[in-house]
């Protein structure tokens, strides 16, 4: 359908691949683009076809459906990144905010640190008006280019044009307005000062989808983090296990301190705790059941058999009949499959 196109146009491709969280069924058509008249050509063509478009940055704020998206998604991936005179730092849209970050310092510029642990990109966080620790897009952004997916035009709007607010803006309401770039205004700064700055704010930064240790030589993970590292793929009791976690932490850093001993072997007296702890002997018992939920019988089979099997006991139409003998009608020909899924069930807790 869209075969002509001067790059590649995919057809059917997982938007797990893509975000974040990896979840989401196919876009029916994926497109990456790496410059505008990649992305005029695209739109263009999914205009002219009447598609639905969805544009897509580093996937950190989306949570695509299991049925994926009929229409385009564009991945925007414009990587163009100047530093000019003046402390103007002109990122395209697919830029990593890390990476602004980073080229913000080696032009000697400050008041963008914080963008550090905001794992999505330049496009994305200005459309959300994304912040950290206080500071927010709005704060660093003078121009943004845009183009109008339906008229196809390119403009440049002011920070006061962009209807900054708390993680919203013009954008979140006119999803016609792709963005192509934007400009960060930033003060003059000191190299040293920024990299001291940046790795306070990497110190609070989440490592995603990973299992990485609780503790290390010098470091505890504690309280959300925790609960989010140990729960990554399990979500049960994410909650009580971050809180627990604090309070293990807690206990063991105290005892590091008493013994002034910090090291790794010292700090694993957090994890002894941990595995004492209610929490993560609840997650002992359920983690088959993630596993288990996964059945797509629990959600259509089973849901759609009690309630066909209470109607039948319900239903006044004649002489009443055994619960027992409605059982075995409404089981007929799926007592292997339920009784698999019980053994199943068993196993999971
Ligand atoms: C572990 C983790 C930590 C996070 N921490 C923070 C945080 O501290 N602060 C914060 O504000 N957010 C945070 N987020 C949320 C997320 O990272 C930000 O909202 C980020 O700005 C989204 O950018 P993205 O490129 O990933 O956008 P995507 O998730 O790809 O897209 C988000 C939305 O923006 C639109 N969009 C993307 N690019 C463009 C473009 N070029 N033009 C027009 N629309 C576009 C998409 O259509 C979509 O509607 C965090 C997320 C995670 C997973």
Known sequence: MMEHMSFEVKENIPLSGYSVFKIGGPARYFAIVHNEEDLLDVLCRAKEKNLP????????????????????????????????????????????????????????????????????TIGGSVRGNAGCFGEEMKDVVSRVAVLDRFSLLKSVLTNGDCRFGYRDSLFKHNPNFVILSAILELAKGDALESQKKILEYSAHVIPEASQSELFTDGMLVAGDAGGLLVNSGVTLRGVDMAIASGAAAAKATKNAFEKNDFSKKSLSYYEELLKNDFVLQDRETFKKAP????????????????????????????????????????????RTQMFLDMLRALRAV
């Open 53 to 120: 478009v969805f544009i897509l940055g580093a996937g950190s704020n989306i949570l695509a459906s299991d049925k994926g998206f009929p229409g385009l998604v564009v991945k925007m991936d414009l990587q163009g990144l100047y530093a000019a005179e003046g402390g103007k730092l002109t990122a395209e849209s697919g830029v990593s905010m890390a990476r602004a970050v980073s080229e913000s310092v080696k032009a000697g510029r400050t008041g963008f640190e914080w963008a550090i642990g905001v794992p999505g």
């Open 291 to 334: 596993e288990f939920l996964q059945n797509e019988r629990l959600y259509t089979m089973y849901p759609e058999f009690m309630c066909r099997l209470f109607h039948r006991i319900a239903l006044v139409n004649g002489p009443k009949k055994r619960v027992f003998d409605e059982l075995l009608e409404e089981t007929k020909g799926k």
